[in-house]
């Protein structure tokens, strides 16, 4: 007992054990906390909408449920068209005020939850594959906890610094010859540390896997666990029969068993090698070389050893297949692996880690053996590559000044112009000197086969921004790797990143965080246009606009509409057409929302003092509103179709004869243009 006591005084104080175990579960507590991000961030930004519908559907998936489903699709789609065609007849002065409230209340009531079901109804659609084993649930909980194979690099560098010491101090210190003179110095205080090592490893296991399981459930909630795994699209092709908490209990107990041999291993490397950081570095070599070595992702689970149970969640997936163009076959990228096969390597493992412990136990065989020790065994030289990709999220402020901005409008975001530039997207995007007229490709890529260059552009002063996507060729196919907004400064056509973000589901992350998900990647695909100011960056797509943050990463939903039709920025206010035709105002300082009264319209223009509309309530003609006091004044008595304005003019597309003409903001000098020329972008 005296040496047990002896062995954790040395282990939790001399060696500062305790201190370390202590950061271990504060950082990693606050890693949790700062940098989880949900599996499925959509669901969270609609969750009210969401849960409306989930709670009707809950469970195994049945006939009453797909009825209601497939009839809840059919009402909201007639509703919307119910609706607009309600707003089209009031504007058209066929329907009095009194009328459209009557009739829109209802059909807003059906609309209001669309989002939510449509979410709902993804879910339909996974489980409607296999309805015998998928159930619908709120998955973000379970997903966060068990949809991962990343492995623990916070709880790997906890075990290297408190199990390394254990042997390598007393090689360290040259005290190893005088150990093994006292009595209990060789087979008993090789044992006594191996059960303190193994029992301190088993305990922080247990308590790191009880902090998430507690965390998940504290943030999101882990209702329904006795639900099939398969419920989860991550195990989609599981043939694992099994619930969720048990998954979850059975990944505990397999990295408990990969986690000791892992602390097995460590002891094992520093009483051959006895030097302390080559023990470190060849301890961690095992693990880590296979971890990022191999490129099919299941050949780590085939591997004996300690890793595959230190990641776990492999063992309960199924074969998954991805269609390769080139042989016009599938191709396996996830192997499953079968009980048998999982009972084998356990096994094996197993023996490697008896193995290992009657090495020790033959080092500590008699007290003679420290002088007699054949120094062949030690080794010469050892080499080691670490490779870890850290996805940083990088940005730092505008260089511009906080409300000095240019309008932004989305009909324009294919050009920009400053005082001595013009910048526009042909194919890529390209600018033009004004005073020489020579023209140049902005984007200097010298590897443009593995970029794409979205054809939208933000400018504000000197600064213009563009979009950008890399992608990662060496797999069978071709997937988008990151997403990034670049920064030009045209004064000296410098280049530097704003914002980047990895959309790459299938790539390891440093230490776990910075996690993607397959929602991130589609949504950040879609995005149409972009603006920003001197914190965020706004991205247009898919019915909403987002802010980002440049800093962090975060994305939250601040607009929606079904469709984005006109939308502008004057580097504090979001305007845009909502779903009833109205232009409304979104401060981002305060996040409040105003609608501008008496304004109806599918497409503006905003100015530095006016907002130029096409009046819906006057036969699609141009107005213009005083943004200050909101007076308006009519522009020109002729429908139009589409306008642009350049700063001084008026560019419209007659409704009547179809013809161009220009027109300055007073309504005065209209001309009409020549065909050849047509309407400026």
């Known amino acids: 007992m005296s040496l047990w006591i002896y062995e954790m005084k040395k282990m939790f104080f001399y060696q500062k054990g305790l201190l370390f175990i202590g950061l271990y579960f504060v950082i990693s507590t606050a890693a949790l906390i700062a940098f989880d991000t949900p599996v499925n961030p959509d669901v969270e930004l609609n969750a009210p909408q969401y849960f409306y519908y989930l709670d009707q559907v809950r469970g195994p998936s049945s006939e009453e449920s797909e009825r209601f489903l497939t009839d809840e699709s059919r009402r909201i789609s007639d509703a919307n068209v119910a609706l607009r065609k309600a707003y089209d007849d009031h504007y058209d002065r066929n329907l009095a005020e009194d009328e459209l409230v ?356 933000y400018g504000n002063g000197s600064l213009v921004y563009y979009m950008k996507y890399d992608f990662d060729k060496s797999k069978l196919r071709e997937t988008v790797d990151r997403f990034s907004v670049i920064e030009v400064d045209t004064a000296t056509f410098e280049e530097r990143i704003v914002f980047e973000k990895n959309l790459n589901a299938d790539r390891d992350h440093f230490l776990g965080l910075n996690k993607t998900s397959v929602s991130d990647e589609v949504f950040f695909m879609t995005v149409d246009s972009f603006f920003m100011d001197e914190r965020s960056i706004y991205l247009i797509g898919e019915g909403e606009i987002r802010r980002v943050s440049k800093l962090t990463g975060n994305v939250s939903v601040i607009v929606q509409s079904r469709v984005m039709r006109s939308v502008a920025f004057d580097g504090r206010n979001i305007y845009y057409v909502n779903d009833k035709s109205e232009v409304a105002k979104y401060d981002t300082k305060t996040d409040s929302e105003t609608v501008i009264p008496d304004l109806i319209t599918e497409y503006f223009v905003l100015t530095d003092t006016e907002l130029l509309y096409i009046n819906r309530k006057d036969k699609q003609k141009i107005y213009a509103m005083n943004l200050g006091d909101f007076s308006t004044r009519k522009i020109t008595d002729k429908s139009v179709l589409t306008f642009t304005f350049d700063g001084n003019y008026i560019y419209y597309e007659s409704k009547a004869d179809l013809k161009k003409y220009r027109i300055d903001r007073d309504g005065q000098e209209e001309t009409l243009i020549p065909t050849d020329k047509g309407i400026r972008n």
Not at 174 to 200: C, F, N, S, W, Y
Request: glycine share 8%; net charge neutral; with cysteine.
């Open 102 to 457: 009557a009739i829109t209340r209802p059909l807003e009531d059906i609309v209001r939850n669309e989002r939510g079901f449509n979410l709902v109804f993804d879910q339909y659609s996974y489980i409607r594959e296999q309805p015998d084993n998928r159930y619908f649930l709120y998955t973000n909980g379970w997903d966060g906890l068990l949809s991962h194979d990343s492995l623990d690099l916070f709880f790997l560098l906890l075990l290297l610094v408190l199990v390394a010491p254990v042997f390598c101090y007393e090689f360290e210190s040259k005290m190893d010859p005088l150990i093994l003179t006292v009595k209990k110095g060789t087979r008993v205080q090789a044992v006594t540390k191996i059960g303190l090592v193994l029992a301190t490893v088993a305990v922080l296991c247990l308590f790191t896997e009880g902090l998430r399981y507690g965390f998940f459930h504290f943030k999101y909630g882990l209702d329904n666990g006795s639900y099939t795994l398969q419920s989860l699209s991550y195990f989609g092709t599981s043939s694992k029969d099994v619930t969720l908490f048990d998954t979850f209990v059975w990944l505990a107990v397999c990295k408990l068993f990969g986690y000791l041999s892992f602390a097995m291993l460590i002891m094992f490397a520093a009483v051959y090698i006895k030097k302390y950081a080559l023990t470190l570095f060849a301890s961690t070599a095992v693990v880590l070389l296979p971890y990022f070595g191999f490129r099919l992702e299941s050949s780590k689970y085939w591997l004996p050893g300690p890793l595959g149970f230190m990641i776990s969640t492999g063992f309960f997936r199924g074969n998954e297949y991805e269609y390769n163009i080139y042989t016009e076959q599938k191709d396996v990228v996830f192997q499953e692996v079968s009980g048998a096969a999982w009972i084998l390597l356990f096994a094996v493992t197993l023996c490697i880690g008896i193995g290992m412990f009657i090495g020790i136990m033959f080092r500590h065989r008699n007290v003679w053996g420290a002088g007699q020790r054949s120094h062949r065994l030690r080794p010469v030289g050892l080499t080691l590559i670490l490779s870890l990709a850290a996805s940083a999220l990088s940005g730092c402020a505008s260089n511009g000044e906080e409300g000095n901005y240019d309008i932004y409008n989305s009909s324009s975001k294919r050009s920009f112009e400053n005082e001595r530039y013009r910048f526009y997207a042909d194919e890529t995007i390209m600018f033009e000197d004004k005073e020489t007229g020579e023209q140049e490709n902005l984007i200097r890529n010298p590897l443009q086969s593995s970029t794409k260059v979205r054809d939208v552009i």
